[in-house]
């Protein structure tokens, strides 16, 4: 490993010294020596530079960013073919934990570090300086006699009454005058140039005063008894590394337990992180802060403005408290004064990152959180059992909210069996729960039907040759979209028009659409219920986190009596008037799934459940099912939570399947079905040998062909204490992965497709 330098502070001169940088470019073998990216440099400024400095260099002729990593007297590069440093940016350099830990993640995830690195160097303007802005204040001396002045020039005085300054630009638009008469005044002292190139404007200590004052003006929490003791458990956890497992009912008031932590590490001028599942969270979150706090948390995700985000970045590079809460990309910012961590839904597989680097950020947090040094809080209703498992070995700490707060209470929770009560063909929604529903929008209360399925039907067959309409470049169905009238790829993302033509025969009018989506189910629930206002919450359909927040908030305000959705809505709302919540197919989850199907099911079921009654009204909770003895649906019904937990961990344990043994997937891919045949071929031979470690495969993986590329997988199953990292490391270094094969590593995989 590296060696990073004791002492950060330490300057050098560097004249003379080399400097290892690493780049934000992945170097993608792990064989190859340079899986760190890092490259030396020289630095031939004067300029001091010191580890963690963000520094811009070339690269294979291309210019990119890099983090100073250490420093050497002598290297193997002649010097002549040295390159230099091109510049050193004035941002403060990254902590060296923070440095840390990009590198244990590196190493655990087996992404390469230059991506990783690229995770925290996110948004490149923030290391850049800002152009320096002219602004024009009138000058102190005042040396003129206003009624010798030219009209122009008046103008301008009198524009400076209402505003102490100005930029050139916006004196002309509101003036009228012209910049020659600005640069006038400004030769003959009338007017005074500043010149502002400020990374940071604000410090540390006007920060916080400013944060403080905020605080005192806004409400004061009322917590419950029960949620003070929750709090005060948690607080004496809090200065130090430690996990909590807050494990409360849903409406129990986590959030406003977690904010007693938060507003300690605020008081102490500290940052907090708070991590939500989804982005569709974010505002009715965010508006529970402002009402505690009286200040704007920093939010952080894809939907965010890069200006905005720079002005984020650097902020909590340089340590000003504050708090962000974001999608899980957030945990990779340079905080450097993080004071703790909340994994809000700690249980939700959003957290699983599948596209560029694979990783957990839950698993990551705890890392990020060790080397910080500050606590992390796993919020839940439903523990995901790698969490459980630590609680029962007390390795966490375990806090409980047993009540909903206030006047709530728990639903109630039936199931309908839709063997008896069968929908007649092409409809979905039984004769009880039609009543059901009918009675709820006479008392004038929401209603929510779940159904984890976009689009209007999952599949389109040709009634004429009976082809199923799929995907040109994926072993994949085509769902029917009617909203948007496309066949869309869901693995890939490709729609083609909607034309009622088979893709194999050319016969029209021929396709049938079988199974329902939430676009089909709300055509079913506009014609029994009509007048009925309904709205539909997915992914589809809403896109973009204003429309998302619009929606929701039209919701909360009562403005929807029946709302359709997909696990978009399933996880942390807080709907007042929701008090009916219906499962469309509680069976959806359970079929045909991978080692996590049952405890997914569970947590989804609890958690719409979950979304019912949350206020003065009780709720109810109606699950159709064809199997209502399935373990998962018997356990949410009796609230036998915990027996289901030990349930899963006893039929785990005897399977040999995490949390008490780690899997990890590696993934083939290549457009070369035959390159990648043969290449598999060969890693059979050098397959490691191991007491206790199962490799299993190749196998082609259930959906083979993804965007055209072909895909075989290798499962490891091992002891936890075995570093799988190293086997595969090894086993991948004993022959050169080709180019025309992409390999992925997926440590703890939770998508087995
Ligand atoms: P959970 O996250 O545990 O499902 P929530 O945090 O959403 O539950 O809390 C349920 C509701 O109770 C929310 O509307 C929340 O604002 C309210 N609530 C919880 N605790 C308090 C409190 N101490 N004072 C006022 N309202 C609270
Ligand atoms: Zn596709």
């Given at each position: 490993m590296t060696v990073l330098s004791n002492d950060q502070n330490k300057e050098y001169d560097s004249f003379s010294l080399i400097v290892k940088v690493r780049v934000i470019v992945p170097m993608l073998t792990h064989d190859s020596q340079n899986a760190h990216s890092e490259f030396d440099y020289l630095s031939d400024s004067s300029s001091k530079i010191q580890i963690g400095n963000i520094v811009k260099v070339s690269l294979a002729n291309k210019i990119t960013w890099g983090v100073v990593y250490g420093f050497k007297h002598e290297t193997n590069i002649a010097h002549t073919k040295l390159k230099s440093i091109i510049s050193i940016s004035s941002v403060p350099p990254i902590k060296s934990f923070n440095l840390k830990f990009l590198e244990r993640v590196s190493q655990y995830t087996m992404a390469p570090f230059g991506q990783v690195l690229r995770a925290m160097l996110c948004i490149q303007s923030a290391f850049k300086d800002d152009k320096s802005i002219n602004y024009f204040s009138l000058s102190s001396s005042n040396k003129f006699e206003t009624d010798k002045l030219s009209k122009s020039r008046k103008e301008i005085i009198n524009w400076f009454q209402n505003n102490p300054i100005g930029t050139a630009n916006a004196i002309i638009a509101e003036t009228g005058v012209s910049k020659s008469t600005v640069n006038a005044m400004v030769k003959c002292g009338q007017l005074a140039k500043n010149l502002f190139s400020s990374i940071q404007n604000e410090d540390v200590q006007s920060k916080l005063l400013s944060l403080k004052k905020a605080m005192q003006s806004a409400k004061k929490l009322n917590l419950s008894s029960m949620q003070a003791e929750a709090a005060l458990g948690i607080n004496q956890q809090s200065d130090k590394f430690s996990v909590v497992l807050l494990d409360g009912v849903t409406g129990s008031g986590k959030t406003e337990v977690y904010f007693e932590l938060v507003k300690k590490k605020i008081l102490l001028g500290k940052q907090c992180l708070i991590l939500l599942p989804e982005i569709a969270l974010t505002s009715g979150w965010v508006n529970r802060f402002n009402k505690w706090f009286g200040f704007e948390p920093y939010i952080w995700h894809s939907g965010i403005k890069a200006s905005k985000k720079k002005l984020i970045w650097r902020d909590v590079n340089a340590g000003f408290p504050g708090v962000v809460v974001g999608a899980r990309s957030a945990l990779f910012l340079p905080f450097a004064n993080l004071g703790a961590i909340i994994i809000d839904e700690e249980h939700d597989t959003g957290y699983k990152q599948e596209e560029q680097f694979i990783y957990h950020a839950r698993d990551m947090a705890i890392l990020r959180a060790k080397y910080s040094q500050c606590p992390i809080v796993l919020a839940t209703a439903t523990p995901s059992l790698e969490s459980w498992i630590n609680k029962i070995s007390g390795r966490y700490h375990h806090i409980k909210l047993t009540n909903r707060y206030g006047d709530a209470t728990m639903p109630a929770i039936e199931t309908i069996n839709l063997i008896k009560y069968k929908p007649p063909s092409g409809k979905w929604i039984s004769a009880p729960l039609i009543s059901a529903i009918k009675n709820r929008l006479v008392s004038k209360h929401q209603v929510l039907l779940y159904l984890n399925r976009r689009g209007y039907a999952p599949l389109a067959i040709c009634s004429d040759c009976g082809v199923k309409q799929s995907c040109q470049q994926c072993d994949s169905l085509l769902v029917t979209h009617k909203i948007k009238n496309q066949l869309r790829c869901?693995?890939?993302?490709v729609s083609r028009p909607f034309k009622n033509a088979c893709q194999s025969c050319g016969q029209v009018e021929t396709l049938q659409l079988i199974g329902p989506g939430v676009e089909r189910l709300a055509e079913e629930v506009y014609s029994l219920f009509p007048g009925a206002r309904v709205t539909i919450l997915s992914s589809d359909i809403l896109n973009n986190p204003i429309q998302i927040a619009k929606t929701i908030q039209s919701i909360e305000a009562g403005e929807v009596d029946i709302i359709i959705g997909t696990q978009m809505v399933a996880k942390g709302h807080h709907f007042p008037k929701l008090t009916c919540v219906a499962v469309i197919d509680g069976d959806l989850g359970l079929s045909g799934g991978d080692l996590r199907a049952g405890e997914r099911t569970f947590q989804m079921l609890s958690q719409v459940a979950g979304r019912s009654g949350r206020e003065k009204q009780a709720g109810s909770v109606y699950i159709q099912t064809a199997e209502p003895e399935h373990p998962a649906i018997v356990a949410l019904k009796s609230r036998q939570r915990d027996e289901y937990l030990r349930l899963e961990l006893e039929m785990r344990l005897t399977a040999n399947m995490p949390p008490y043994r780690r899997l990890a997937a590696i993934i083939y891919t290549s457009l070369n079905e035959v390159a990648l045949a043969a290449y598999v071929k060969k890693l059979i031979v050098f397959k490691p040998q191991f007491e206790e470690v199962d490799i299993y495969g190749p196998a082609p993986a259930p959906i083979y062909q993804i965007k055209k590329r072909y895909r075989m997988r290798f499962l490891i199953n091992a002891p936890k204490s075995v570093n799988v990292q190293k086997i595969i490391r090894d086993w991948n270094a004993s022959i050169r992965v080709p180019h025309n094969i992409k390999r992925q590593i997926d440590i703890d995989p939770y998508n087995f497709m």
């Amino acid at each position: 490993m590296t060696v990073l330098s004791n002492d950060q502070n330490k300057e050098y001169d560097s004249f003379s010294l080399i400097v290892k940088v690493r780049v934000i470019v992945p170097m993608l073998t792990h064989d190859s020596q340079n899986a760190h990216s890092e490259f030396d440099y020289l630095s031939d400024s004067s300029s001091k530079i010191q580890i963690g400095n963000i520094v811009k260099v070339s690269l294979a002729n291309k210019i990119t960013w890099g983090v100073v990593y250490g420093f050497k007297h002598e290297t193997n590069i002649a010097h002549t073919k040295l390159k230099s440093i091109i510049s050193i940016s004035s941002v403060p350099p990254i902590k060296s934990f923070n440095l840390k830990f990009l590198e244990r993640v590196s190493q655990y995830t087996m992404a390469p570090f230059g991506q990783v690195l690229r995770a925290m160097l996110c948004i490149q303007s923030a290391f850049k300086d800002d152009k320096s802005i002219n602004y024009f204040s009138l000058s102190s001396s005042n040396k003129f006699e206003t009624d010798k002045l030219s009209k122009s020039r008046k103008e301008i005085i009198n524009w400076f009454q209402n505003n102490p300054i100005g930029t050139a630009n916006a004196i002309i638009a509101e003036t009228g005058v012209s910049k020659s008469t600005v640069n006038a005044m400004v030769k003959c002292g009338q007017l005074a140039k500043n010149l502002f190139s400020s990374i940071q404007n604000e410090d540390v200590q006007s920060k916080l005063l400013s944060l403080k004052k905020a605080m005192q003006s806004a409400k004061k929490l009322n917590l419950s008894s029960m949620q003070a003791e929750a709090a005060l458990g948690i607080n004496q956890q809090s200065d130090k590394f430690s996990v909590v497992l807050l494990d409360g009912v849903t409406g129990s008031g986590k959030t406003e337990v977690y904010f007693e932590l938060v507003k300690k590490k605020i008081l102490l001028g500290k940052q907090c992180l708070i991590l939500l599942p989804e982005i569709a969270l974010t505002s009715g979150w965010v508006n529970r802060f402002n009402k505690w706090f009286g200040f704007e948390p920093y939010i952080w995700h894809s939907g965010i403005k890069a200006s905005k985000k720079k002005l984020i970045w650097r902020d909590v590079n340089a340590g000003f408290p504050g708090v962000v809460v974001g999608a899980r990309s957030a945990l990779f910012l340079p905080f450097a004064n993080l004071g703790a961590i909340i994994i809000d839904e700690e249980h939700d597989t959003g957290y699983k990152q599948e596209e560029q680097f694979i990783y957990h950020a839950r698993d990551m947090a705890i890392l990020r959180a060790k080397y910080s040094q500050c606590p992390i809080v796993l919020a839940t209703a439903t523990p995901s059992l790698e969490s459980w498992i630590n609680k029962i070995s007390g390795r966490y700490h375990h806090i409980k909210l047993t009540n909903r707060y206030g006047d709530a209470t728990m639903p109630a929770i039936e199931t309908i069996n839709l063997i008896k009560y069968k929908p007649p063909s092409g409809k979905w929604i039984s004769a009880p729960l039609i009543s059901a529903i009918k009675n709820r929008l006479v008392s004038k209360h929401q209603v929510l039907l779940y159904l984890n399925r976009r689009g209007y039907a999952p599949l389109a067959i040709c009634s004429d040759c009976g082809v199923k309409q799929s995907c040109q470049q994926c072993d994949s169905l085509l769902v029917t979209h009617k909203i948007k009238n496309q066949l869309r790829c869901h693995q890939c993302g490709v729609s083609r028009p909607f034309k009622n033509a088979c893709q194999s025969c050319g016969q029209v009018e021929t396709l049938q659409l079988i199974g329902p989506g939430v676009e089909r189910l709300a055509e079913e629930v506009y014609s029994l219920f009509p007048g009925a206002r309904v709205t539909i919450l997915s992914s589809d359909i809403l896109n973009n986190p204003i429309q998302i927040a619009k929606t929701i908030q039209s919701i909360e305000a009562g403005e929807v009596d029946i709302i359709i959705g997909t696990q978009m809505v399933a996880k942390g709302h807080h709907f007042p008037k929701l008090t009916c919540v219906a499962v469309i197919d509680g069976d959806l989850g359970l079929s045909g799934g991978d080692l996590r199907a049952g405890e997914r099911t569970f947590q989804m079921l609890s958690q719409v459940a979950g979304r019912s009654g949350r206020e003065k009204q009780a709720g109810s909770v109606y699950i159709q099912t064809a199997e209502p003895e399935h373990p998962a649906i018997v356990a949410l019904k009796s609230r036998q939570r915990d027996e289901y937990l030990r349930l899963e961990l006893e039929m785990r344990l005897t399977a040999n399947m995490p949390p008490y043994r780690r899997l990890a997937a590696i993934i083939y891919t290549s457009l070369n079905e035959v390159a990648l045949a043969a290449y598999v071929k060969k890693l059979i031979v050098f397959k490691p040998q191991f007491e206790e470690v199962d490799i299993y495969g190749p196998a082609p993986a259930p959906i083979y062909q993804i965007k055209k590329r072909y895909r075989m997988r290798f499962l490891i199953n091992a002891p936890k204490s075995v570093n799988v990292q190293k086997i595969i490391r090894d086993w991948n270094a004993s022959i050169r992965v080709p180019h025309n094969i992409k390999r992925q590593i997926d440590i703890d995989p939770y998508n087995f497709m």
